[in-house]
């Protein structure tokens, strides 16, 4: 199975390749992907979803609920790859108050 997650991370890469590096990718990412839900800032909370600025996770905590979804919220491990979970990780916890 852990094979078969990471063989998929590989073939969902580069998805988003051409968008240059660096933190304005992961704002990109959550703009379209995550704000429908969350708001721009973070702090919507469509159907449920929890107040961003408010979250006080650990990295492995992001990871672990932005791969596998919870409720409502999407698993995103087979929409995005690990680096723009990481990237979209980084940029929630700039929307931290
Ligand atoms: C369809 C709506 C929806 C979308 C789209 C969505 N989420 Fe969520 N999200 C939720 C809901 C609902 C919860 C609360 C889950 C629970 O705890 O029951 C949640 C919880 C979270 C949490 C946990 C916060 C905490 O403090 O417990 C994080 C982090 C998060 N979402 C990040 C993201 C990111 C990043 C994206 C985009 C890649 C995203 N979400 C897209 C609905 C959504």
């Not at 094979?3 to 992961?26: A, F, H, K, Q």
Request: aromatic share 6%; charged share 30%.
């Amino acid at each position: 199975m852990k094979t078969l997650l990471l063989l998929m991370l590989m073939v969902t890469r580069g998805s988003y390749s051409n968008i240059t590096e660096g933190p304005g990718d992961g704002k990109a990412i959550f703009e379209n992907e995550c704000s429908k839900c969350h708001g721009k800032d973070g702090a919507r909370g469509r159907f449920g979803a929890k107040n961003l600025q408010k979250s006080r996770l650990t990295d492995a905590e992001y990871l672990k609920i932005i791969s596998n979804g919870k409720s409502i919220m999407p698993a995103w491990k087979r929409r995005l790859s690990g680096e723009q979970i990481n990237q979209v990780i980084n940029y929630v916890k700039e929307l931290k108050k």
